[in-house]
């Protein structure tokens, strides 16, 4: 028998006359994500989407994961398409409901008749529908308050379409509908997080990543390259942009106070990175920054980076705790990459004690000693690739 997905739409509903171009949009998402899976016929109907396998060796279960990664996506199920005959619908159903209603002892049926012109009314299609599964699995009862299973009869424009309950699905909005954004990804727990947040509101991500080698290793690089895999499963493709940073941070060490080198350091990071961002075409920064989680993270310092760039810098876990974020890095998969013991080159020439109240003033004053040239030299040196 026929099988497909049926993808139930999120906060598209509420967004009135752009839904067309929103589910568009997630329609051509959901396509790039089952790459390589063999071929699907998508389209779109009355607020769900329709994913079709065109062949019977595709993959469903590896295509239903997947696409539980898809922002946009509210719900999804996978459902046994049938004729819009009762007929049919009675031989289908019973050995398509087997390995659902195995491990069920009560049930019940719901009935959407989108399609006015099937002659059974939805009450006495439950009716019927439920009956002929009593008969085939005679140790189920009938509960409508809380069945252990509900199976779904949808009667819509092409066909009868036949599941249980329903899977949730990523939410939030289709990559892309919001914009561009450029994330500084660094190798710990909290820069993955806070692009998959992003991403999540819709936000195509891009990604930019400083190395100073020789401080830095080839397995620190490796390593948010696997992060950047590992956003991807949500956040799609992701262009990294890889931004060497050794003359720079060198520079700062040797003109700068010690004290003020985090702040300073940080906010070469924020102009390379809206350099680099104006040229993706992306209108906002985002990072992993949380208030007072470390010493450059202080309201002083963050008013101190803030002003480097003109560009709005998206801080999604800027309230949250460690623990919070660390439970979303583990949903996400990100977090056993993320606790790899390699350098960032933020810990490379760490002052002993930085400066927690930093002032714009001296950090100014102190930057004046520094060769801006450095600056377009590493945005000229910068390497790039694609992830995922
Ligand atoms: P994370 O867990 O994201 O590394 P953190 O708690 O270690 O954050 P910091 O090292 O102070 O905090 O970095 C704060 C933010 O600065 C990071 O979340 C990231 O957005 C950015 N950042 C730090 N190091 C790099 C880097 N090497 N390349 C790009 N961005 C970086
Ligand atoms: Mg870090």
Redesign the pocket.
């Known amino acids: 028998m026929d099988e497909l997905i049926l993808l139930k739409c999120g906060e598209l509903a509420l967004k009135g006359l752009n839904r067309r171009s929103f589910e568009d949009v997630l329609m051509k998402n959901c396509r790039r994500r089952l790459e390589g899976l063999g071929s699907f016929h998508i389209y779109s109907s009355q607020s769900t989407i329709y994913v079709e396998p065109q062949g019977a060796q595709i993959d469903l279960d590896e295509a239903v994961e997947r696409l539980l990664r898809v922002f946009g996506i509210a719900a999804l199920t996978r459902a046994g398409v049938m004729q819009k005959d009762f007929a049919d619908i009675r031989e289908k159903a019973v050995p398509y409901l087997e390995a659902a209603l195995a491990r069920a002892k009560t049930f019940k049926v719901e009935a959407k008749r989108s399609d006015k012109s099937f002659p059974m009314k939805s009450p006495e299609l439950c009716r019927e529908l439920g009956a002929v599964l009593l008969e085939a699995y005679p140790y189920l009862t009938v509960d409508v308050h809380h069945p252990d299973v509900t199976v779904y009869i949808e009667i819509r424009e092409r066909a009868a379409y036949l599941h249980t309950d329903q899977l949730p699905g990523a939410g939030g909005l289709p990559i892309g509908t919001s914009g561009n954004a450029m ?9 993955p997080v ?1 692009g998959y947040m992003m991403a999540k509101r819709g936000l195509r991500v891009y990604a ?4 100073s080698p020789p401080y830095t290793s080839e397995h620190a690089l490796e390593k948010v390259k696997t992060l950047c895999k590992r956003m991807s499963a949500y956040c799609g493709r992701i262009r990294l942009a890889v931004v060497p940073f050794t003359a720079l941070q060198e520079a700062i060490r040797d003109n700068c106070p010690e004290d003020l080198f985090t702040v300073i350091m ?1 906010r070469y ?1 924020m102009r390379i990175a809206e350099q680099l961002a104006k040229g993706s075409d992306c209108q906002a920064l ?5 208030v007072a ?2 010493a ?2 202080t309201l002083h310092a963050i008013a101190c980076t803030d002003v480097a760039c003109e560009m709005p810098v998206l801080r999604p876990v800027i309230g949250m705790d460690k623990n919070e974020i660390v439970k979303i890095a583990y949903k996400i998969d990100t977090f056993e990459t ?1 606790i790899l013991p390699y350098e ?3 810990t490379v020439f760490t002052p002993k004690h930085p400066r927690t109240r930093p002032q714009l003033r001296y950090v100014l004053e102190a930057e004046k000693k520094m060769d801006e040239q450095l600056v377009q030299q590493a945005i000229a040196a910068t390497e790039y690739c694609v992830i995922g």
């Open positions: 994330l500084l990804i660094s190798g710990g727990i909290d820069s806070a930019v990543h400083f190395v940080r990071m985002i990072t992993g920054e949380s989680q470390v450059s993270q993320s960032d080159c933020c």
